[in-house]
């Protein structure tokens, strides 16, 4: 009896997966996954906007209506042999047994060539939209023993009939770590190292992504670190003990000073602030000194400039009133300490004389639906949406749907007035205006990625539907794109890096870390300076930028865990605003009173030798490229061989003749050239060298100016550390 059962139970197995062998092949399911498997729709092959060689598909599948027509009727057919399907062109060329600019990609064995001659063979029949719901990735997000280092995933696809099944030899993989944590096209991980990697899953329209953390097991790893401030160094610190790193000791009170300036108020300490400080015992100084620097109108001008450069406020794109004008509402909005979602708001629903209402300068930089989309995903959700103004995006589940759904917002956005010759311009909405889909041909309705707008009067405005999705408490993109923005203007790096490119592929080095940010700066009512203040206060802000411990063997690669601060250039106005308080001359700049700092100018591209040697930006482009970061050859013989800064350093209005007429001895002086320069005291041995020197000179004055311009051309002047 129990053979009996045992071959009918076989039976029974075998005629099922006869029948599921029998099931028919779908092209828009099975053909398109295919063709995706092989690499053959890609961006780089026959998926770009031409196609290669007169062979065109649409991007990972997007059109399959395209797809079909191109492979079954396009040239007579001629890319199917009917007849004998393994001689069909696109398998003579796919597999190499043609010339194939792409190479071999897909032997007779591979998945994609099996689907493909199944489909030739069952007579080439289009099918009905696959109705793909969402995909499951197996085991998901996981953090794997340190004794198995890798990891065969498998994928899931559930539709929306309620079916689901196994898409593994169909789905394409990508690593985000590619060096140390690869996947091959059939989905298994390796590790090489300790470390974090995401893995970007697709499978026709569906795009979703797990997250794999290994670490090598090294029982000699002792933690060194510090006892954390707040919730932010218990993230930071947690991520590193996780992966086996320590982070740097923290920075001396000088450098700290220094440090804490720039990034606040972007411009340096005088002597006399430097020597309070320094002076003090008070063991809460720095936290006092983050509070005062955040009451200095400094900190609105400085963090107005940081706005203005990626919301692109210049007089080529506004006007020589309108970039004041919005200067001064950017400023306004910064010291009142605005909340976020409300200057989102008045940005994107700004109306009026842009004099008058300077917000709505947004619509003149941004001047068509699409543009006005583009910056605002950019600026306000992190995301680059570019790509899918011609098609999906080729790395994130953005459609062209999802970008012309939002340039809809945008599209009844009207202006009067001439954008040159006048300084003001007036904008405004117009009825009936829309924006129309070029894939489907028709006028595109609002939608805010997947959300519709729902029920809209005839003059009802747009835009402040999106503006009120954008800043709903919930926003999976407003929130962690402004804190992950002010991180990187304070670490160096973001959390998220680039700023602007949140995406799957591109995944945060400490998600944890950016949720409770951004918990947190929901619950300060978006206000950035809650934000500021608890990043400045933390230990991680305040680690020496070298000194961290001796890396373990087994260590992640520390790059994206702050363990220590980052070293960059100071920006071309800082440099500037530096020499001059050093010195105590001030800069003059054509049409502005002396004494205006270069950090106070609201133009972006202006005419100044010296700030366009150091990239002040013209303002250009909404993005945080645009500032170069490491110092250059040519920037470096401009300071050489710069006859201003020569002669602000001998001018006889400067702090150093000032000083000399107060009757000090060397000592004092040489200490405040130091502390007007750098920030520090001098150490002994610099003290005892220039001392000696200034004795040799008849003229001691001569002595503290070389010094002076010596001190300004270092490196430790140039960079913020």
Known sequence: MRRLLSILTLTLLACSSLRAAEEPVLFRTDVIAALSRAGCN????HGSPQGKNGFRLSLRGSDADLDYSTLVRELGGRRINRLVPDDSLILLKGSGRMKHMGGALIGKEHPSYRTIVRWINEGCEDSPPAGLVRLEVTPGTHHMPADKPDLQLAVKA???????RDVTPMAVFTSSEINFAPVTPEGFVRFSRTGEASILVRFLDQITSIRLTYVQNDPAFKFQGHAPANYIDEHVF??????LLSPAPLAADEVFLRRVY???IGTMPTAEEARAFLDSKAPDKRAKLIDQLLERDEYAIFWALKWADILRGSTTTISDRGVHSFHRYLVRTLADDKPMTDFAKDLLTGLGNTINKPAANFYRIARTPEDAAEATAQIFMGLRVQCAKCHNHPFEAITQTDYYGMAAYFARVQYKGAQFGLDDEIVYLTPNREIQNPKTRKPQEPIAFGTPTGPLAPDDDRRIRFAEWLTKPGNKYFAPSIVNRTWFHLLGKGIVDPVDDFRDTNPPSNPQLLQAMTDDFVKNGYRLKPLVRNILNSKTYQL?????????PQAAIPDRYFTKASTRMLSAEQILDAVSLAT?????????PLGTRAIDLPEGGINHPFLQAFSKPVRDATCECAREDDPSLPQ???LL?????VEKVKSPKGRVAAWIKEGKDDAYLVEQVFLATLSRRPTATEKDVVTKHLKTLPDRAAGLHDLQYALINLNEFLLRH
């Open 238 to 243: 947690a991520k590193q003990k996780e992966l």
């Open 544 to 552: 020496a930028s070298s000194g961290e411990p001796a890396l373990s």
């Open 158 to 164: 559930h539709f929306k009939d309620g079916t689901s």
């Open 262 to 264: 720039l990034d606040t």
């Open 42 to 45: 890609s961006g780089s092959c």
């Open 636 to 638: 470096t013989l401009h």
């Open 584 to 592: 105590g001359v001030p800069e003059p700049y054509k049409g502005f």
């Open 641 to 645: 061989n710069n006859a201003g800064l």
